[in-house]
T-cell receptor
Framework: NAGVTQTPKFRILKIGQSMTLQCTQD?????MYWYRQDPGMGLKLIYY???????DKGEVPNGYNVSRSTTEDFPLRLELAAPSQTSVYFC????????????FGSGTQLSVL | AQSVTQLDSHVSVSEGTPVLLRCNYS??????LFWYVQHPNKGLQLLLK??????LVKGINGFEAEFKKSETSFHLTKPSAHMSDAAEYFC??????????????FGQGTTLQVKP
């Protein structure tokens, strides 16, 4: 099992550029999450999904989009990158409603200049 | 809607002394509560979780937490700090049976410093 795999690990974007952060898990987990971690601010939930075809907004969804066409993949799209989106992004997954352990990806460090 | 507040952004203790990291939560339904730890340049690791069984929860590395519904608190404790405990700690809340379960909200984190 690879667990939760995020790509890329690092990326620098120019203001206004677009990109997709990839996240895939091979554990057949229903629940998947995108968080951003800013220094001293903890993790903020961007979007989450409770299963294929179902997504919902978290605490800070503005400027992002997601899709969940398969159980395995949960990509995060930044359409018009802004400096405020400079952060470390974590994808995570959870098996189901019993709220067992979150499995985290290794993170993507994104800088928007 | 659920929320979580970690009352201290930074806690400093001496090695061998007790650790107390405070967390208060707000939840419309019966919550699930977790503590995660993040060591520098490493991923997040689950320390312990509460899901409506025993109110005193024991986790890894000697940590434990007590769920107090009347105080809406879930404080993390350890009797004796080790240097290796220095890290960032996150309290996390989830509504278990809200119908929209799965929305896991993190606190802002508490940095634990352990002095020799």
């Amino acid at each position: 099992n690879a667990g939760v795999t995020q790509t890329p690990k690092f990326r620098i974007l120019k203001i206004g550029q677009s990109m997709t952060l990839q996240c895939t898990q091979d554990m057949n987990h229903n629940y998947m999450y995108w968080y951003r971690q800013d220094p001293g601010m903890g993790l903020k939930l961007i979007y989450y999904s409770v299963g294929a075809g179902i997504t919902d907004k978290g605490e800070v969804p503005n400027g992002y989009n997601v899709s969940r066409s398969t159980t395995e993949d949960f990509p995060l799209r930044l359409e018009l990158a802004a400096p405020s989106q400079t952060s470390v992004y974590f994808c995570a997954s959870l098996r189901g409603k019993t709220n067992e352990k979150l499995f985290f990806g290794s993170g993507t460090q994104l800088s928007v200049l | 809607a659920q929320s979580v507040t970690q009352l201290d952004s930074h806690v400093s203790v001496s090695e061998g002394t007790p650790v107390l990291l405070r967390c208060n939560y707000s939840s419309s339904y019966s919550p699930s509560l977790f503590w995660y730890v993040q060591h520098p340049n490493k991923g997040l690791q689950l320390l312990l979780k509460y899901t409506s069984a025993a109110t005193l929860v024991k986790g890894i590395n000697g940590f434990e937490a007590e769920f107090k519904k009347s105080e809406t608190s879930f404080h993390l404790t350890k009797p004796s700090a080790h240097m290796s405990d220095a890290a960032e700690y996150f309290c996390v809340v989830s509504d278990r049976w809200s119908g929209n379960t799965g929305k896991l909200i993190f606190g802002q984190g508490t940095t634990l410093q352990v002095k020799p």
